[in-house]
């Protein structure tokens, strides 16, 4: 396993830190292949409730896959295949985890980067943050899935000028584009994103789990409730949260939740 790769919890709150400050936190393959693992971890422990995704140091979220490794890893279509398929089971790892996730992005947050970004469910970034996604400026073709996740935020023409000129989206374009959720000055971004993440591991997860997978249908195309959705529905009525949070709302008191 790479030691690239960094997990720390703070009470109900995981924190992943891409760890290669030297190569403004570039992705490596192995970086790439360990992932899914350690997110499966993540989503297992009943202690995390909410995972931050961040880059070590203020200077990069990343700046990309490690451009480094192409030659060895990604010089032909056969090669290019395998390496794809790593960099997808990272992504949908990570976008499909059950607990919520948060990118923290100071500075740089370029390709590869901005891939992992994406599959999270919020972006959270300071007023020095870069955006960049830029195949046009490597020869290269990003997947379906990718690209997907960047035009259900910003819009197919938002996407378009992304990926057609492989140009830097600042902080104030990126979040009146949809592509970040809030911005912060660089010395308050830490508490802007750990209050929230703190904030929503107090509120009950049964919901917040909930909630998630019905937003991913509805992006998906589902319009209308079937068994699953329903059932996410009514069982939430038999959760021991559900009890506590109307007895808590009558008893005007904050709710302690314990779902996990």
Same mark, same amino acid.
């Given at each position: 396993m790479s030691d690239d790769l960094q997990v720390e919890r703070s009470g109900a709150v995981a924190t992943l830190t891409l760890d290669r400050p030297e190569s403004r936190n570039a992705i490596s393959l192995q970086m790439? =292949?360990?992932? $899914?693992g350690i997110l499966r971890g993540i989503d297992d422990d009943p202690r995390v409730k909410v995972l931050v995704v961040r880059g070590a140091g203020t200077k990069a979220f990343? /700046?990309? /896959?490690d451009i480094s490794e192409f030659r060895e890893v990604r010089s032909d279509a056969e090669? *290019?295949?395998s390496y794809n398929e790593q960099v997808a089971a990272a992504e949908q790892a990570l976008e499909g985890m059950a607990k919520p996730t948060v990118a923290m992005v100071h500075g740089y947050c370029v390709g590869g980067g901005c891939g992992l970004a994406l599959a999270c469910?919020? =972006?959270?970034?300071?007023? *020095? *943050? #870069?955006f960049a996604i830029t195949p046009s400026k490597l020869g290269l073709v990003?997947?379906?899935?990718?690209?997907?996740r960047l035009v259900d935020l910003v819009g197919p023409a938002q996407a378009k000028w992304v990926l057609f000129s492989g140009r830097r989206m600042d902080a104030e374009h990126a979040l009146r584009t949809g592509l970040v959720d809030t911005v912060a000055e660089p010395d308050g971004l830490s508490e802007q994103v750990y209050g929230f993440a703190e904030l929503v591991g107090t509120r009950a997860q049964y919901s917040v789990r909930a909630a998630k997978e019905i937003?991913?249908?509805?992006? /998906?195309?589902?319009? =209308?409730?079937? *068994? +699953?959705?329903?059932?996410?529905r009514n069982s939430s009525f038999d959760t021991e949260d559900y009890a506590e949070g109307v007895r /808590?709302?009558? +008893? #005007? =008191?904050? $709710? +302690?939740f314990t779902w996990s």
């Amino acid at each position: 396993m790479s030691d690239d790769l960094q997990v720390e919890r703070s009470g109900a709150v995981a924190t992943l830190t891409l760890d290669r400050p030297e190569s403004r936190n570039a992705i490596s393959l192995q970086m790439y =292949r360990d992932l $899914p693992g350690i997110l499966r971890g993540i989503d297992d422990d009943p202690r995390v409730k909410v995972l931050v995704v961040r880059g070590a140091g203020t200077k990069a979220f990343a /700046a990309g /896959a490690d451009i480094s490794e192409f030659r060895e890893v990604r010089s032909d279509a056969e090669s *290019a295949r395998s390496y794809n398929e790593q960099v997808a089971a990272a992504e949908q790892a990570l976008e499909g985890m059950a607990k919520p996730t948060v990118a923290m992005v100071h500075g740089y947050c370029v390709g590869g980067g901005c891939g992992l970004a994406l599959a999270c469910d919020l =972006r959270f970034c300071d007023t *020095a *943050a #870069k955006f960049a996604i830029t195949p046009s400026k490597l020869g290269l073709v990003y997947s379906l899935e990718s690209t997907r996740r960047l035009v259900d935020l910003v819009g197919p023409a938002q996407a378009k000028w992304v990926l057609f000129s492989g140009r830097r989206m600042d902080a104030e374009h990126a979040l009146r584009t949809g592509l970040v959720d809030t911005v912060a000055e660089p010395d308050g971004l830490s508490e802007q994103v750990y209050g929230f993440a703190e904030l929503v591991g107090t509120r009950a997860q049964y919901s917040v789990r909930a909630a998630k997978e019905i937003v991913r249908r509805i992006v /998906a195309g589902q319009r =209308r409730d079937d *068994a +699953e959705t329903t059932d996410l529905r009514n069982s939430s009525f038999d959760t021991e949260d559900y009890a506590e949070g109307v007895r /808590a709302f009558l +008893e #005007k =008191r904050q $709710p +302690e939740f314990t779902w996990s």
